[in-house]
């Protein structure tokens, strides 16, 4: 047995371990148990990750576990880039539960069940990319949604009424969209596993093509859709930024990296290697998808004054990214150019790795700072730079990161994206040279949007003064906390300084699907070269080159003001008196002038009332200011949705008066309709 | 020519069985219904016993005779008993609030007898629990309806017959017939007692069909199947004289009251 199969054995024994733990110890032991079994599950899994994108190969057929199927499991390398990433943000972030679940359980995270859950949730992560049959997919995919929707639902008991609210609202929100989401993806694989003539990938692979075109794309439209609706694209988001600001922090940072991935990663198994392609109005849907979930997502994050649910909506934003790069690599795959479309593919890929790190990061730095001053609201943050240095550095690593900008890790997945776009427009085409343009600047425009998002999640959380008394009485995390998210930031570190490490295992990842005909890019430990393309890129010397930039600027503004005399002096305050902390930019008015761009797509309410002195109406005695961001997908889509479906409910309730008779004679007369249908047929 | 005889007698037998459900729509009187579903009861073991089974003959005589005793002995005598018990039974809650109720119930249906009266029927004595009064359906057309839903029941049986013709699958659609007119008296009849021997003409028929098609059943799944409606009956024998005492009566229109609304 190979590498990869002793590891996912102990991936699957130390998750079982972590349950029993989670299950059966009292209090703190029980936390740190089900916590170092959870670790060692997502350690397994990076090892098992890892030694795929070597090129180990590995598969299994378990008969007796699923009968009468079976469960199949193979991994190749496109299997064992997500697994790696997930145990890669599993084994941090497990460490970092530790300390978050141990000292405050405001959030129902230490409770039995979440810590017996939490470990199973992590194996889900690992075997989902591993599943090699419709009935094992299928099997894991659903103990996924279930795991998560329990560890959701981990704070319904804790903390005051509307939290509690909150939190239901969110899980009946994220059980109802999974459990439709998961009926497309049964309806979609049962589809194909029928008309393929059997239900392994295999045999999937070998029916592909023989499928008529129509069912070729109901399958595709169907699960397309439920992969998409994991990876909260955008009209089928709603539930994405509920659940994961309600979830425990660590749960959130799983949540937002390694299983909204895994939507990516169903699409692209389904559509790149299942079905070997396809036309050309699936991949445009896709591309519009993630240029809508982009543009749309980053928007709603600029608005968020939540800290958590702005990093959820960005999490939808980053997805779109990858949704961009795969979309196109088909389309540049069903117009002949093979180089394009692996390289796009690869940079989804890379977008979604760097993703896994930075978002991970600032969901367990967001989870610290909960943590610490019971907030999640931006507006009543401030300050908490100098009374939690350790967090704000973490953030700040992130938040470079996140907002794709040189050297953080986001900038050469979003780089590697335009770059594929932009060479992309060489395949031959009209489609290619219409859609492309407005792509690149939908990218564009969510880089740009994205900065603005985090300077104002870091500035308005961490600097100025505190708003209030809870962030002013902020204490920093514990150990285990700051060792987790320091794990995390090294992960950071390296993916932005030596992303080359993880060229030759995006290249395997990409020829697993059947893409390339050849890598798309090579990595050294110095820096990325495109092969195709005959660019270079070295993060690391840049990186160096800023530093040394930097460090010169400083050393000269240093020396050049040891010239000068220095005094102390009061702040000129403009006559207005010592500033407050009300006088700080807070989240809201920090994204007023976007507001105001984005108007007409935000359409946001907004209500100033102004109270005159009873003096004087000149006087202003006060101002009262309220705004709200409604989702408009959810105002215009869901709501009416909703309502429709809460109406047909009330109007059913006419057919059950009460009468036995009545009900009796339903079912009879279905029975007959049913027989005389039966007996009519030829 | 034993093979023609063993056919006709089991034709014979599915006849009996058919019959017998007819007549359970023809009768009014309760008692008589529950005669007619023993009557069934003695046909469908009939019917087991008849069966050339694959396997031992002596299982298939065994569940013959287990079924003979449950469906024409012992859920007769229950029903019997909850029918004594309801008929005969004292005033219902100190014939205060039900008893008013049932007692406005009487006068209204004795108006519309009253009306009636020139034609010879006498709706006032038809309040007796002991009879099903008024059905949602007449007895004609419900016989009517018998005979159409038989014909629906060969109608969708054919396909099956032609797989395997043999005596026992012509016979098939008897059974599906028996489970139609089963559930069509339970749609149409008002009393509690009805409704029970409605449900297990249903599932007669369903078992009868489960031996035709199959040609005889497992021991241990018609055991399960026994036990399962003995239980049936026994709660709903329990319901119906619980009924009686919060409602002054048997009819299930009266649960119309338990309406959430």
């Known amino acids: ?59 299994a057929f378990l008969p007796g576990v699923l009968p009468p199927t079976g469960v199949h499991l193979a991994v190749d390398a496109l299997s064992g880039l997500f697994m790696a990433v997930a145990g890669g943000v599993i084994l941090p972030v497990a460490v970092y539960g530790i300390g978050y679940a141990a000292g405050h359980t405001g959030h129902g995270a230490a409770s039995r069940t979440a810590q017996a859950v ?72 049962a589809l194909f596993a029928a008309r393929a003539g059997g239900e392994t990938f295999t045999a999937l692979r070998d029916g592909a093509h023989h499928l008529p075109s129509a069912v070729r794309g109901t399958v595709f439209v169907l699960t397309a859709a439920a992969f998409a609706a994991k990876a909260g694209a955008v009209p089928l988001h709603p539930w994405l930024p509920r659940a994961h600001p309600e979830a425990p922090s660590h749960v959130s940072a799983l949540m937002s990296t390694a299983m909204v991935n895994l939507g990516i990663y169903g699409l692209v198994r389904t559509g ?34 939540d800290l958590k649910r702005l990093l959820a909506y960005s999490t939808s934003e980053n997805l779109g990214l990858a949704l961009i790069g795969v979309g196109a690599a088909g389309l540049f795959a069903d117009a002949g150019g093979g180089a394009p479309a692996a390289l796009a593919l690869a940079a989804a890929l890379l977008h979604l790795v760097n993703h896994a790190a930075f978002k991970s990061l600032l969901f367990c730095a967001a989870g610290s700072v909960l943590r610490a001053t019971g907030l999640r609201d931006l507006d009543r943050m401030g300050g908490l730079r100098s009374r939690m240095p350790v967090t704000a550095g973490f953030f700040a690593l992130a938040a470079l990161g996140a907002a794709a900008l040189p050297p953080g890790n986001g900038f050469l997945g979003e780089w590697l994206l335009l770059q594929s776009l932009i060479h992309g427009l060489a395949v031959p085409g009209l489609v290619t040279a219409l859609v492309l343009p407005p792509a690149v600047a939908v990218i564009a425009l969510s880089a740009g949007l994205a900065a603005a ?206 009468s036995v008779h009545l009900y009796l004679g339903y079912g009879f007369c279905g029975l007959v309709a049913l027989l005389l249908v039966l007996a009519a047929r030829p | 020519m034993p093979g023609t005889l063993h056919a006709q007698l089991l034709d014979l037998v599915c006849g009996a069985f058919l019959l017998a459900a007819v007549v359970v729509l023809w009768l009014r009187q309760l008692a008589s219904i529950v005669r007619a579903f023993a009557l069934q009861g003695v046909a469908l073991a009939g019917i087991a016993a008849l069966l050339d089974g694959h ?51 009487a006068g209204s249906t004795a108006g519309s007898g009253g009306r009636a009266g020139g034609t010879g029927h006498h709706y006032a004595e038809d309040v007796s629990e002991a009879r099903e009064t008024q059905p949602l359906v007449n007895v004609a057309a419900s016989l009517l309806s018998a005979a159409l839903l038989t014909l629906l029941a060969y109608a969708v049986a054919r396909p099956l017959v032609a797989l395997h013709p043999t005596p026992a699958t012509r016979a098939l659609p008897v059974g599906l017939a028996v489970v139609l007119i089963g559930f069509f008296v339970l749609v149409t009849r008002r009393r509690a007692l009805a409704q029970v021997v409605g449900f297990l003409l249903l599932d007669n028929g369903i078992t009868a069909t489960a031996f035709l098609a199959a040609s005889g059943v497992p021991l241990i799944v018609e055991l399960g199947v026994s036990f399962d409606v003995l239980l049936a009956v026994l709660v709903l024998g329990i319901l119906t004289t619980r009924m009686r005492a919060a409602f002054g009566g048997t009819g299930i229109d009266d649960l119309r009251e338990l309406c959430d609304r």
């Open chain 1, 1 to 59: 047995m190979s590498v990869i199969g002793h590891a996912t054995e102990a991936a699957v024994a130390s998750a079982a371990a972590g349950a029993l733990c989670g299950a059966a110890l009292p209090g703190r032991p029980r936390v740190v148990a089900s916590g170092v079994c959870t670790a060692a599950t997502g350690a397994a899994g990076l090892a098992a990750g890892t030694a795929a994108l070597r090129g180990a190969r590995w598969s």
């Open chain 1, 118 to 189: 939490l470990p199973l949730f992590a194996l889900t992560l690992l075997l989902v990319p591993a599943a090699a049959s419709v009935c094992s997919f299928l099997l894991l995919w659903e103990l996924m949604a279930l795991t998560s929707l329990l560890l959701v639902l981990a704070g319904h008991r804790s903390g005051p009424p509307a939290a509690r609210a909150a939190v239901r609202a969110a899980g009946l929100w994220y059980g109802v969209m999974t459990q439709l989401g998961f009926l497309l993806l049964l309806a979609g694989t």
């Open chain 1, 272 to 305: 790149f290697d299942l079905l070997d392609g396809g036309p050309r109005w699936w991949w445009l849907g896709v591309l519009a998808t993630g240029a809508l979930s982009a543009a749309y997502g980053i928007l709603q994050a600029a608005m968020a004054s």
């Open chain 1, 453 to 658: 998002v985090f300077v104002k999640a870091l500035g308005v959380a961490f600097f100025a003064r505190p708003r209030g008394r809870r962030a002013a009485e902020a204490r920093e995390s514990p150990p285990a906390v700051l060792a987790g998210m320091g794990l995390l930031a090294a992960l950071c570190a390296a993916l932005a300084l030596v992303p080359g490490v993880l060229g030759d295992g995006l290249s395997a990842a990409v020829a697993a699907t059947g893409l390339a005909d050849g890598p798309p890019l090579t990595g050294g430990p110095l820096g990325v070269r495109l092969d195709r393309l005959a660019t270079t890129l070295s993060p690391l010397w840049a990186a160096c080159a800023l530093t040394a930039c930097l460090i010169t600027a400083a050393a000269l503004a240093r020396l050049l003001a040891r010239r000068r005399r220095r005094g102390n002096a009061r702040l000129w305050d403009c006559g207005g008196g010592a500033p407050t902390a009300r006088m700080a930019y807070t989240a809201t008015s920090f994204a007023e002038p976007l507001q105001r761009v984005f108007d007409r797509v935000l359409a946001p309410e907004q209500d100033v009332r102004v109270t005159a002195a009873p003096e004087s109406a000149y006087l202003v005695e006060r101002v009262r200011f309220r705004r709200r961001v409604p989702d408009r997908f959810e105002h215009r889509l869901y709501r009416p949705l909703l309502e429709a479906v809460t109406a047909l409910g009330h109007a059913s309730r006419r057919l059950a008066t009460g």
């Open chain 2, 55 to 105: 396997d031992s003959r002596w299982e298939l005589l065994a569940v013959a005779v287990g079924i003979g005793l449950l469906r024409a002995g012992l859920l007769p005598l229950l029903m019997r008993r909850a029918l004594t018990a309801v008929a005969t039974g004292p005033a219902p809650l100190a014939g205060d609030a039900g008893g008013g109720a049932s007692g406005s119930e």
